[in-house]
């Protein structure tokens, strides 16, 4: 079988394996959400110890092997039908989402949206979320997020194992959910 693709340096393999284990469609998920290292070994064109240093060095925890490291997955931001494990918990007061100044409008309209996701991605913290939206190019804006308020209301939250907090949505009306922050 012919390999997807030749990994080039580590940053470019870094973003294929983040492709690959949270929106490749043509690979067929478990229910959990491992890939085989087999399988990227074979089909992608990595070495074990790309992944194994991928993985490793990954400065925001993205990934995690299983018990005996022969598969590994995205803990969280999967546009294919994966349950990782995220835990319901309740969350702090305010989270936070940054993202570019461009959206802002839509953002007012139509909330916080989890797109192709299966979830909207918020932090712990405005610096955090600043240096996601960061991402976006442009002016980097951070909205503070009511999630205490929204857990009162019935929404549900989660906490992945490298702390990303996830929802369904944060709603734009009522607005009584979304805060600009000011700097």
């Known amino acids: 079988m012919e390999k997807q ?3 080039q340096d580590n940053q470019d393999a870094g973003r294929k394996l983040a492709f690959l284990l949270r929106h490749d469609s043509n690979y067929d998920f478990p229910k959990d959400g491992w890939r085989t290292v087999e399988n990227l070994v074979t089909e992608c064109g990595y ?3 790309e992944i194994e240093e991928i ?3 990954d400065n925001k925890g993205r990934y995690e092997y299983n018990e005996d490291h022969t598969a590994v997955r995205a803990r969280q931001g999967h546009s294919v039908m994966v349950d990782v494990g995220l835990k319901e918990m ?3 007061m305010f989270l936070y989402y940054g993202t570019s100044d461009r959206f802002y409008d839509s953002i007012m309209e139509k909330g916080l949206l989890k797109q192709s996701r299966l979830y909207v991605h918020l932090s712990s913290n405005p610096s955090t979320a600043k240096s996601v939206g960061k991402r976006h190019g442009g002016k980097t804006i951070v909205f503070r997020v009511l999630a205490h308020d929204m857990y009162e209301d019935g929404f549900k939250f989660y ?7 996830c929802t369904d949505e944060v709603p ?3 607005c009584q959910y979304l805060q600009l922050v000011e700097e």
Request: no cysteine; aromatic share 14%.
């Open 5 to 7: 693709f030749e990994v």
């Open 47 to 49: 070495t074990e110890e």
């Open 55 to 57: 993985v490793a060095t």
């Open 90 to 92: 309740e969350p702090p």
């Open 159 to 165: 906490l992945s194992a490298n702390n990303v907090w």
């Open 172 to 174: 734009s009306f009522p």
